[in-house]
């Protein structure tokens, strides 16, 4: 159990373009989900943390208009890279943490991550 | 905001034999949790071991332990009789308890560790 997944896992796009990235729990409902980017040998940066239902709650330095989430459901949420540009490139990786009071909610489980090349 | 020290960028250990990874926080907080993630080369985020601040008995799991030290703030991993496939970048991490307004996991830098043959 525990299941997150990310769609899609690798994408190219041409500078100016917009992607979509989905982070989806599977197996289980996640109140709340959290996008990171990593660079190559360096560790995870927290970019915003998302509650289903309500804005996403951005941590400083992190233009919101440039990454739009949107925690649609219990189930999904959404990064989306506006006008993409080669240097948002890099390897984005979502997690969820499950309903207080469910077993280890204490717990971030995490997607396999999506590498976002932009030309 | 918590600060996760991982000072050691690279460590090398023979299969078998035994290695320990260092990490050090730093919090005005009585109540949290450490984790030690590794990340592969397939790049998987994967939970190795979790302690909670208020448990003063060391987490254990299979071949992985801590030496958690409260009031030194520290959160050492100790991988036992290591293995091939114990190559990978491990990430110390702290979080505040997950009722908390401004819940979040904190990283290190991160080690990598390489399992020679």
């Known amino acids: 159990g525990a299941v997150v997944s990310q769609h899609p896992s690798w994408v190219i796009c041409k500078s100016g373009t917009s992607v979509k990235i989905e982070c989806r729990s599977l197996?289980?409902?996640?109140?709340?989900m959290f996008w990171y980017r990593q660079f190559p040998k360096q560790s995870l940066m927290l970019m915003a943390t998302?509650?289903?239902?309500?804005?996403?709650?951005?941590e400083q330095g992190v233009e919101k208009d440039k990454f739009l989430i949107n925690h649609a459901s219990l189930t999904l949420s959404t990064l989306t890279v506006t006008s993409a540009h080669p240097e948002d490139s890099s390897f984005y990786i979502c997690?969820?943490?499950?309903?207080?009071?469910?077993?280890?909610?204490?717990?971030?489980?995490f997607g396999p991550g999506t590498r976002l090349t932009v030309l | 905001a918590q600060t996760v020290t991982q000072s050691q960028p690279e460590m090398s250990v023979q299969e078998a034999e035994t290695v320990t990874l260092s990490c050090t926080y730093d919090?005005?907080?009585?109540?949290?949790?450490l984790f030690w993630y590794k990340q592969p080369p397939s790049r998987q985020m994967i939970l190795v071991i979790r302690?909670?601040?208020?448990?003063?008995q060391n987490a254990t799991e299979n071949r992985f332990s801590v030496n958690f030290q409260k009031a030194a703030k520290s959160f050492s991993l100790k991988i036992s009789d290591s293995q091939l496939g114990d190559t990978a970048m491990y990430f110390c991490?702290?979080?505040?308890?997950?009722?908390?307004?401004?819940?979040?996991?904190?990283f290190g830098a991160g080690t990598t560790v390489t399992v020679r043959a």
């Open positions: 197996d289980f409902q996640a109140t709340t």
């Open positions: 997690s969820a943490k499950r309903l207080a009071g469910a077993r280890a909610y204490n717990e971030q489980f």
């Open positions: 919090t005005s907080e009585n109540n949290y949790y």
């Open positions: 991490a702290f979080s505040r308890p997950p009722g908390s307004n401004d819940y979040k996991l904190s």
């Open positions: 302690q909670e601040a208020y448990k003063q």
């Open positions: 998302s509650n289903e239902g309500s804005k996403a709650t951005y």
